[in-house]
């Protein structure tokens, strides 16, 4: 299957601080990427929609303002955490899909620990 | 969106068949059912899709209910490497322009040696 890639697999900051998660498609261009949340011991929860060279869509209850989603090419999409506070610790997974294909491809996730 | 429910966590013994059921009542007729698996500390994985009718591949295999209602997953042989949590998810037709993925709490499910 497709390989999908992130970066960094952890990351510790500081409260206050931002941090980038990165995810690449590595073997096909990625039309749509979504970005998902997962809490301890909790299902995924679908944060956002990203099409490549457009607005990301923002599920109800996600701040846009504090997750920016990039999606600059057919191969990246950037989430950025602004302003960490702890309660954004979590696992944070993409995954992305090509025109045509039935399913998903997911990243192997990010964890977000913020102190 | 239409929702799906299964029971938190299931126990089976290895090498033995387990059937992970799945109910959608609210599905609509054109509503693809998916079956992801997430082991510990990593994304989902695919596992097996269908429509109406049965389905297997190298993984499991996928019974569908008639009325579409409800589903099943099997893996035929449990090993300790299925130990995962599984997700059922409906998916609309690509027609209607969206493929986003609603995942509902998954079963658990543990696996004995």
């Known amino acids: 299957g497709a390989v999908v890639s992130q970066h960094p697999s952890w990351v510790i900051c500081k409260s206050g601080t931002s941090v980038k998660i990165e995810c690449r498609s590595l073997d096909f261009q990625a039309t749509t990427m979504f970005w998902y949340r997962q809490f301890p011991k909790q299902s995924l929860m679908l944060m956002a929609t990203s099409n490549e060279g457009s607005k990301a869509t923002y599920e109800q209850g996600v701040e846009k303002d504090k997750f920016l989603i990039n999606h600059a090419s057919l191969t990246l999409s950037t989430l950025t955490v602004t302003s960490a506070h702890p309660e954004d610790s979590s696992f944070y997974i993409c995954s992305t899909r090509t025109s045509g294909s039935y399913e998903q491809y997911f990243g192997p996730g990010t964890r977000l620990t913020v102190t | 969106d239409a929702k799906t429910t299964q029971p938190n966590s299931m126990e089976s013994n290895e090498e033995e068949p387990v059937h992970l059921p799945c109910n959608h009542s609210t599905i609509s007729g054109t509503d693809y059912i998916h079956w992801y698996r997430q082991l510990p500390s990593q994304g989902p994985e695919y596992v097996i899709h269908?429509?109406?009718s049965n389905v297997n591949n190298r993984m499991a295999s996928l019974a569908i209910a008639e009325d579409r209602k409800s589903s099943t997953l099997i893996l035929h042989r449990a090993t300790l490497r299925d130990a995962a949590v599984y997700y059922c998810?409906?998916?609309?037709?690509?027609?209607?322009?969206?493929?986003?993925?609603?995942f509902g709490t998954g079963t658990r499910l543990k696996v004995l040696a």
């Open positions: 998810i409906l998916r609309p037709p690509s027609t209607s322009g969206t493929y986003k993925y609603i």
């Open positions: 269908g429509l109406t």
